[in-house]
T-cell receptor, first 110, second 114 residues
Framework: RKEVEQDPGPFNVPEGATVAFNCTYS??????FFWYRQDCRKEPKLLMS???SGNEDGRFTAQLNRASQYISLLIRDSKLSDSATYLC???????????FGTGTRLQVTL | DTAVSQTPKYLVTQMGNDKSIKCEQN?????MYWYKQDSKKFLKIMFS???????INETVPNRFSPKSPDKAHLNLHINSLELGDSAVYFC?????????????FGPGTRLTVT
């Protein structure tokens, strides 16, 4: 089983739609969780951290379920500019070692 | 005002050659990383240095040798390049003890081995 698993997509949605991505992780000792965004041929950038209580940043909501070992990202009112690959990222142990999922590609269309 | 910079941005070379990629960060961070992103877009950590000390050394061929002359620089030297080394190599940095654990990535070096 991969350490971090995501549906690669692509998810093709119209502007204004709500879309959700899930991610599962295998190591129950994982301590910190993140969503990064990577545009085509660009570097990954932190989108948001994921907290146990769930957190929201504008149109983006992240949830963590430790018991089931999954993380979700909800995007409301999708914009064309949301088109990118969304990487689920998990930190295990010390030394700030991040393990990246392979990403879920989102394409928002008119 | 570039935060994490890498040179070169593109590198095309032949099998068997030796090449280096350089990385510099001006964020004052104490930890730097090298990642490899292959053709399937899978991003995997290779090495990490904290204050010039190697702290993460994943299963990477010993043809790859990182060097950190100071905490703002982390270079990657690759000997005897192989076709399978073709990938995008990202440098990143972070500050230990910060609440967000955010890693800041450089723009990447696209290596093509022919």
């Amino acid at each position: 089983r991969k350490e971090v698993e995501q549906d690669p997509g692509p998810f093709n949605v119209p502007e204004g739609a709500t879309v959700a991505f899930n991610c599962t992780y295998s190591n129950s000792a994982s301590q910190s969780f993140f969503w990064y965004r990577q545009d085509c041929r660009k570097e990954p950038k932190l989108l948001m951290s994921v907290y146990s209580s769930g957190n929201e940043d504008g149109r983006f909501t992240a949830q963590l379920n430790r018991a089931s070992q999954y993380i979700s990202l909800l995007i409301r009112d999708s914009k064309l500019s949301d088109s990118a690959t969304y990487l689920c990222v998990v930190e295990v142990g010390t030394a700030s070692k991040l393990t990246f999922g392979t990403g879920t590609r989102l394409q928002v269309t008119l | 005002d570039t935060a994490v910079s890498q040179t070169p941005k593109y590198l095309v070379t032949q099998m068997g050659n030796d090449k280096s990629i350089k990385c510099e960060q001006n964020l004052g961070h104490d930890t730097m990383y090298w990642y490899k992103q292959d053709s399937k877009k899978f991003l995997k950590i290779m090495f990490s240095y904290n204050n010039k000390e190697l702290i993460i050394n994943e299963t990477v061929p010993n043809r790859f040798s990182p060097k950190s002359p100071d905490k703002a620089h982390l270079n990657l030297h690759i000997n005897s390049l192989e076709l399978g080394d073709s990938a995008v190599y990202f440098c990143a940095s972070s500050q230990t003890g910060s609440s967000s654990y955010e890693q800041y990535f450089g723009p990447g070096t696209r290596l093509t081995v022919t």
